[in-house]
C-alpha cells in the first residue's frame, strides 16, 4: 500500500502562487502515473494535472492549462503542482492521486491510492 501526504497549501490572493508537494511512502514504486485532483464546496472532484512515471507526458484540465505545472522527482518519491496566476476559482481541497498505470490519465477510477489532500483558498 502507498501512502500519500500532501503539503503546501494555504490562503494567498488572487494572482498569488503556490507549490504543493505529494510524499509518497510505504511500498512505494516509481512506476506509475501521478495525479493531482481538486474538490470545491458543493462541488464534484475535477480533474486538475497528471504526470507519467517517467515525468514526460504532463496533462493538464482546462482550467489550469498555462497556469499550473506538475513534476516529480522519483528519487524523493515526491510529485508536485506549481500554481501561478491563482483566482478564487481555483479554491478548493487538492487530492494528490497514485495511478495503476504507467501514463497519464484523467480518469478518478484509474488512480488506486490517494492522499488526505491540502486546502487551497484565494481570496479575491
Known amino acids: 500500500q502507498v501512502q500519500l501526504v500532501e503539503s503546501g497549501g494555504g490562503l494567498v490572493q488572487a494572482g498569488d502562487s503556490l507549490r504543493l508537494s505529494c510524499a509518497a511512502s510505504?511500498?512505494?514504486?516509481?512506476?506509475?502515473?501521478m495525479g493531482w485532483f481538486r474538490q470545491a464546496p458543493g462541488k464534484e472532484r475535477e480533474f486538475v494535472a497528471a504526470?507519467?512515471?517517467?515525468?514526460?507526458?504532463?496533462y493538464y484540465g482546462d482550467s489550469v492549462k498555462g497556469r499550473f505545472a506538475i513534476s516529480r522527482d522519483n528519487a524523493k518519491n515526491t510529485v508536485y503542482l506549481q500554481m501561478n496566476s491563482l483566482t478564487p476559482e481555483d479554491t478548493a481541497l487538492y487530492y494528490c492521486?497514485?495511478?495503476?498505470?504507467?501514463?497519464?490519465?484523467?480518469?478518478?477510477?484509474?488512480?488506486?491510492?490517494w492522499g488526505q489532500g491540502t486546502q487551497v483558498t484565494v481570496s479575491s
Open positions: 492521486a497514485a495511478s495503476r498505470y504507467l501514463s497519464t490519465t484523467t480518469r478518478m477510477t484509474d488512480y488506486a491510492n
Open positions: 510505504g511500498r512505494t514504486r516509481n512506476n506509475y502515473a
Open positions: 504526470i507519467s512515471w517517467s515525468g514526460s507526458n504532463p
